[in-house]
């Protein structure tokens, strides 16, 4: 099939190929981060029950600790290991996360690389290491939600176009000469004037209402360049 065919052409482009197999492989294990990098454990025993605050929030009274809020888990497991009574926090691998400013440390943030934050931390304290790879997923997540709800409506605009043409086509076509005469930059920032999304701490990055917002209005001005080659297969055939 031309399918196969082209694969197996690509495939011959080395670098691209391997290239394409390391972004791939990169992006899907950054769904995996909240597991792996993030301040917050993956399990707590204590006192002979076990808690999961990756699941449920816990109050650090909880702990036997006096306070409100929720607990520095790190310093818990510190406090934990001095006590030596069987408790642990079991910590990710990376155990820092992207919103995290860590204001405990002995220099005043940014702070250079080091043994605990490869990449050392930004002027807010948080690591940069994990903002770079949650950001990562995040770019990456943009780009291809956009795209494909881009590409589909460019598709289905196109494909309308071409197959019942005559005025259908031709209303359609100043349609689209008049919407792409919008200025983009001025109508994203009216939008984001009018429309303030509610922020939701800590709710995934991809999951909030601003994402979302920006992925529409991106996404309602980039499906004008295919609807015109899909018309013209259209007609063509």
Request: net charge positive; no cysteine; hydrophobic share 45%.
């Amino acid at each position: 099939s031309i399918f196969r065919k082209r694969v197996r052409k690509f495939r011959r482009i080395k670098r691209g190929y391997y290239s394409f197999l390391l972004i791939v492989s990169a992006y899907l294990f950054s769904f995996f981060l909240p597991f792996v990098m993030t301040g917050t454990p993956l399990a707590v025993k204590y006192q002979g029950r076990y808690f999961f605050p990756m699941v449920r929030f816990h109050d650090v009274t909880e702990f036997g600790v006096e306070g409100f809020g929720e607990p520095d888990y790190r310093a818990l497991r510190r406090q934990f290991a001095e006590a030596a009574k069987g408790d642990w926090v079991l910590m990710a691998p990376y155990p820092y996360g992207p919103n995290e400013s860590l204001l405990d440390l002995s220099e005043s943030p940014p702070n250079p690389p080091s043994r605990a934050h490869a990449f050392g931390t930004d002027d807010r304290g948080r690591d940069v290491l994990v903002r770079l790879a949650y950001g990562f997923n995040i770019s990456m997540t943009f780009a291809l939600v956009v795209m494909l709800l881009s590409e589909s409506v460019g598709v289905a605009v196109g494909a309308a176009l071409g197959y019942f043409g005559g005025k259908l086509d031709i209303l359609g076509q100043r349609v689209i000469e008049i919407w792409s005469s919008l200025p983009f930059l001025y109508t994203i920032i009216i939008v984001s004037s009018i429309i303030v999304p509610v922020y939701v701490p800590g709710r995934s990055q991809v999951l909030q209402a601003s994402f979302w917002m920006l992925v529409i209005i991106l996404a309602v001005f980039e499906w004008v360049g295919i609807t015109y080659y899909i018309r013209g297969e259209f007609y063509r055939e």
